[in-house]
């Protein structure tokens, strides 16, 4: 079943997550808000049930906290979200983040932190808009199964219908007959670029990792990264 839920967009300690579009239950949600050694840091958890967390150190610097974060994280049924990871890091110094499962993009240069964090090979999920997933289960640990582990896309106007990913490659359909999707590869470079409601990639074997991009107008959805595993020889792209 189809569940979707936009935390992103979400003020309060509660996160509805929709069933068929109709709330079915939510998820329990805060934001740390911290001024890290004089940088901002925003951090968001997603839990079945509320959680102890450590409290801010004003001296310490962004890294170290994202890492307290995480630590007091494990083990237990929950997921950071690390929004502005542009305003905090840079591609740059983006591997600093690692411990924060998800980045909130905003734009492109928290894109680009991205696309730097996946090209270290690093599996870190996008989220812009809503989170869509599809799950055998209507219930909170299997929606925090789906953010946990990048079993999901994001939609912020656009509606991808079908995502279908193989071994070999991806194909998709979405909403809108003008839509521009683009294939991302490592280093975040587009490796194509296709027009229409629909479309299809063949692993080449060389890209590192394939995301899917797609536009119409000011409407964007994205699937999450697959990590493609190197062939000895690389197949042709078939469009």
Known sequence: MRLELDPLGCDGNRVPVNVDGVAAFSLWSTRLDWICAGEP???????????????????EPAPGAIARIAASLAGTRAVAILHHPGRTFSPERIAFAEGARIFALGDEADERCWDAMLTRGVPVWGLRGKAVCTVDRAD???????????????EDGLSLDRIEETRTGVSWTCARDDAQAEVIARGGFPISRQAGASGRWTDRGDEGYVRISTRAGDSVAFTQPRFIAPSARPVPHAH
């Open 41 to 59: 840091l925003r951090v968001q958890i997603l839990a079945a049930e509320a959680l102890p967390l450590p409290e801010s150190e004003p001296s």
């Open 140 to 154: 909170e640990r299997s929606v925090i199964g789906a953010l946990i582990y990048g079993n999901f896309h994001a």
